[in-house]
């Protein structure tokens, strides 16, 4: 059988959870009858379903398929909402296994639009527990618009790739980039180590990842911000001391500018 279009199915969503800070989940391992999806806001999980099995945390997504064995363990302290919906294909076929879908999607699926990730979520805690008409419609949007996006983004992805033959060099960049993130970043003592010019630099950088290093580093940072003000009392001054950032008021600067949501704004919502 032909796999479905993952962008083109329809979700209805049963129930959707929402748990804060959670140290260890109820059961490590787990079947559900629905679809279950995992959505970290903040902390880390690891999860093994079938042959597939990682770590995961923000910007991630791990799906589950119906009777499927999902175990689970928390590495840092997880923030998450989990959604248990059913797939349905044009004329109302209901989809229950993972070779009915494509791109592939069971286990996780990384996206790289954060923010509209970040913005969605926030929208689907808003109708968790109303049950009118309007409600049950927008979770069922926002959910499709999610695997819309995800399914976007991989064949996007799957063509950068067909195009772009793999650049070991940039790997190497990636990795001393990921490593110096918690501390000011010199981009041309990092190009020059490479051998390269800065123009050269950024402009392999972004053919590789599709984004600056510049903005590659900011990705890094946030991400750590995000874990530091879900989970810690640290101020904000010592939080941008840990991202790489010189004061509180650059990185709420950044962050509010990226986010679209003030520092103090997201440790509310998502602080317990």
Not at 85 to 99: M, N, Q, T
Request: hydrophobic residues 35%; charged residues 25%.
């Amino acid at each position: 059988m032909k796999p479905y279009p993952i962008g083109e199915l329809s979700p209805y969503v049963h129930i959707i959870v929402r748990w804060c800070s959670k140290e260890q989940f109820v059961y490590d391992r787990e079947p559900n009858e629905t679809w279950t999806l995992f959505i970290p806001e903040s902390g880390e999980f690891r999860y093994e379903i079938g042959s597939h099995r990682g770590t995961a945390t923000f910007g991630d997504l791990v799906l589950c398929p119906p009777d499927v064995l999902m175990e689970r363990e928390v590495i840092h302290p997880l923030t998450f909402l989990a959604v248990y919906f059913d797939w349905y294909a044009e004329g109302g076929r209901k989809i229950e296994s993972e070779h009915e879908l494509t791109p592939h999607a069971v286990g996780k699926c990384a996206l790289q639009d954060t923010q509209r990730l970040f913005s969605s979520n926030e929208y689907l805690k808003k109708v968790i527990k109303q049950k009118d008409p309007a409600s049950v419609y927008r979770r069922n949007f926002l959910l499709q618009d999610l695997w819309q996006l995800y399914a976007w983004e991989t064949r996007s992805a799957a063509q950068d790739k067909i195009r772009q033959p793999i650049d070991t060099l940039m790997r190497q960049a990636e990795s001393l980039l990921r490593e110096s993130s918690a501390s000011p970043v010199n981009m041309k003592s990092i190009s020059g180590e490479l051998g390269l010019s800065a123009v050269q630099f950024t402009r392999r950088f972004k053919a590789a990842y599709g984004v600056t290093p510049s903005d590659y580093v900011t990705s890094l940072r946030l991400s750590r911000a995000r874990t530091l003000l879900a989970e810690t009392k640290l101020t904000l001054e010592q939080i941008a001391l840990q991202c790489g950032y010189e004061n509180g008021l650059y990185l709420s600067r950044i962050f509010s500018r990226k986010m679209n949501v003030s520092p103090s704004q997201y440790r509310k919502a998502h602080f317990v």
